[in-house]
């Protein structure tokens, strides 16, 4: 089974803080994705990669960036943070390029900034 | 704009049948995904249609008419267990998923 983890489950930070979200993925997939999730919206996506040191925007970048260095590891950077990025952040990875596969996720994690 | 239509909530008894619908709109189409996602856990994949026409597996059934920009999931012989949101994605012309808020499946006894 394809194992997606995100660092943290919780995580409570301050105004103004730089925050990194960290996720790991096992099974060699190309595509990683950071979604943020809301009540009463769907899945927004704010980063996507296809490859190891390449990032895309996607509808919602603004205030974010992301790492890819290793296939692996995809990171979600909050470089300062503000009340309304107080969200669940959702992990996604995918197999393959140009062709449709499902996106497996990882348990998400519940960003409060205070 | 791109688009994707499913009702909030809806309500079923445990052992019914349930149906959740979807619409569509995107720029180009390959594809409608359905996801489950119980409370406080990941989404997990449930089916992916992309011709027109009924897939099965199990209890679960999804329904895809392309015309129609229309989807629907069936659960059949419903349990507790599957309380959760069910969320519709379609794939637009560059792959990219477009997602609907989901829609909360209430099973009660």
């Known amino acids: 089974d394809v194992k997606v983890t995100q660092s943290s489950r919780y995580l409570v930070k301050r105004t103004g803080e730089k925050v990194f979200l960290e996720c790991v993925q096992d099974?060699?997939?190309?595509?990683m994705f950071w979604y943020r999730q809301d009540p009463g919206l769907g899945l927004r996506l704010i980063y996507f990669s296809y490859d190891v040191k390449m990032k895309e925007k996607g509808d919602i970048p603004e205030g974010y960036s992301v790492s890819r260095e290793k296939k692996e590891r995809f990171s979600l950077i909050l470089e300062s943070a503000s009340t309304n990025q107080t969200s669940m952040y959702l992990c996604?990875?995918?197999?393959?390029?140009?062709?449709?596969?499902?996106?497996?996720f990882g348990d998400g994690t519940r960003l409060s900034i205070l | 704009g791109q688009n994707i239509d499913q009702p909030t909530e809806m309500t079923a008894t445990e052992g019914a049948i349930v149906q959740i619908n979807c619409t569509y709109q995107?720029?180009?189409?390959?594809?409608l995904f359905w996801y489950q996602q119980h409370a406080g856990e990941a989404p997990t994949f449930l089916s992916y249609?992309?011709l027109d026409g009924l897939e099965e597996k199990g209890r679960f059934s999804s329904f895809l008419s392309r015309s129609k920009g229309y989807s629907y999931l069936l659960l059949k012989e419903l349990q507790m267990k599957d309380s959760a949101s069910y969320l519709c994605?379609?794939?637009?012309?560059?792959?990219?998923?477009?997602w609907g808020a989901g829609t909360k499946l209430i099973i009660k006894p």
């Open positions: 249609n992309v």
């Open positions: 099974m060699d997939h190309e595509n």
């Open positions: 996604a990875s995918s197999s393959g390029t140009g062709d449709v596969q499902p996106q497996h």
């Open positions: 995107t720029s180009g189409f390959n594809g």
């Open positions: 994605a379609a794939s637009d012309s560059n792959y990219q998923l477009i």
